[in-house]
């Protein structure tokens, strides 16, 4: 295929995120201090630094860093004693909110989403409330606040707990207040390719005794003088983790305001040929970069046309969850299926420049005006 100057491909990949990552001297340094101590893991001074500087970070007191979003979520059901029954939860999200229901022998209940936020629609929450409901487990999708208020009083009129996912939500706050602090209890990824990361790597949020149940449970189960006092698991971050995490915790800031940088910059191209997530600006925090297809087929069509310049967005998240036979038997979700058909997810990482950002945007209104 011969393309015009415009649409000529980059001579390296452009990927849908590279990892936001601190100067490696900085991470060398905390890890001299590793190996000094010979301290690796169980809890050491680098993962309890790391806890108190994301404390400052987002002005709370209830972190609890752990070895990654997935397994926080399935401590935090356990912290909460929910070993059985449904769970409400979205089916617009990546399989770990899913799985870790499923791991945790619960089940499952999807709720449709908003078509304009992606997140869970509170309205028909309480349609799917039974006597076998447990909890409701909703996502900050692409760190898009819930409408926690909503939520949590339907929670308090059936006596359910609330679990947030919000392992795309590092930073955002909600009324002043870090999202992470709504809820019966909150949970995060520091995936790489999350805004802020320590490669792998995750947080519970919890306050008073949940929160101490949460540290026992990370830790086989042992209270502080290592008696047994719980059925825990291992759920520990390591101190090499920690490490990456203390080194990359200062660049946050500017992780987030590149990433706006890009999102303004596809956005003041795209707008009038695709749609946008509806968000509040000062609870938002850029960690992806959805767009809406008018159809499958455009959404295809610009994934193949990329691909062909060398540029691989991702269709997160597609499909929708509730379709996946191997999660639990079909039930209809029709908005979250029309949006996993039509969503994709475009590059953007703090070394991606604003031209390359100008150029992928441009082919894409390309192909959508023709
Ligand atoms: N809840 C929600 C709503 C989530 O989205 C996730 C995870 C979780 C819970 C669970 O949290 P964790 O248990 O993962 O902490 C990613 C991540 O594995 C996953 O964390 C994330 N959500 C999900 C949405 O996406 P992929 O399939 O995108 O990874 P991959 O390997 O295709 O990487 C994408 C691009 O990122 C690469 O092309 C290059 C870049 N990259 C990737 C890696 C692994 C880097 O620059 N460095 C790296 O180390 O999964």
Redesign the pocket.
Known sequence: MTYPQQLSPFESPI?????SVCPLESYVQHLTNVWESGIFTHNGPKVQLLEKKINEYLGINSTVAVT????A?QMALRALDITDGEIITTPF??I??CSAILWERCEPVFVDVDPNTFNIDPEKIEQAITKRTKAILA?H?FSNPCEVGKIEAIAQKYGLKVIY?G??AFGVKHKGRSIFDWGDISTV??????LFNT????AIFAQGELKERVKSIRFFGHDSHKQIVDIGCNGKMTEIHASLGLANLSLTDSVVKKRRAIYQTYKGILDNCVEFQHFVQDSYNYSYMPILLKSEEACLLVVQTLKNINV?P?R?FYPSLNMIKAVKQYTPCPISENLSSRILCLPSYNDLSLHDVEKIAKVIAVILSN
């Open positions: 990927y849908v995120t590279r990892a990654n979003g997935t397994i979520m999200s990546w770990a909110t996502v999708v996912d392992a795309h990824s520091f995936h790489a390719t999350k490669g792998e790597g995750g691989f991702r997160y």
